[in-house]
């Protein structure tokens, strides 16, 4: 018996595509490493283009887009545990 490869959701596939290709940009353009407002400029122009290469994405994907890309620029944040010193 041949077993049927699932289908995959068309919408899903253009976000993963979209995410994936902007994670490379990012990577690509040195965007981590910019002042804010120069990634503010970057992204304003950047999700222009994806919304043109991505007609199908709706505005809610565009942007959960924009937050993942922009999460992505944070620095990593440790948690700092606090050191108790034992004063008697």
């Known amino acids: 018996m041949i077993k049927k490869k699932p289908e995959r959701d068309p919408e899903a596939v253009a ?6 290709e902007l994670f490379s940009h990012i990577l690509r353009c040195g965007v981590i490493d910019a002042l804010p ?9 950047t999700m222009l283009y994806l919304a043109d290469r991505y007609e ?16 992505f620029c944070q ?7 606090a050191v108790t010193t034992g004063a008697a």
């Open 56 to 71: 199908d994405l709706s505005e809610e994907e565009r942007t959960q887009l924009r937050v993942l890309g922009e999460r």
């Open 75 to 81: 620095p990593v944040q440790r948690k700092v545990e």
């Open 15 to 20: 976000f993963a595509q979209a995410r994936d």
């Open 37 to 45: 407002e120069h990634q503010k400029d970057w992204f304003d122009d």
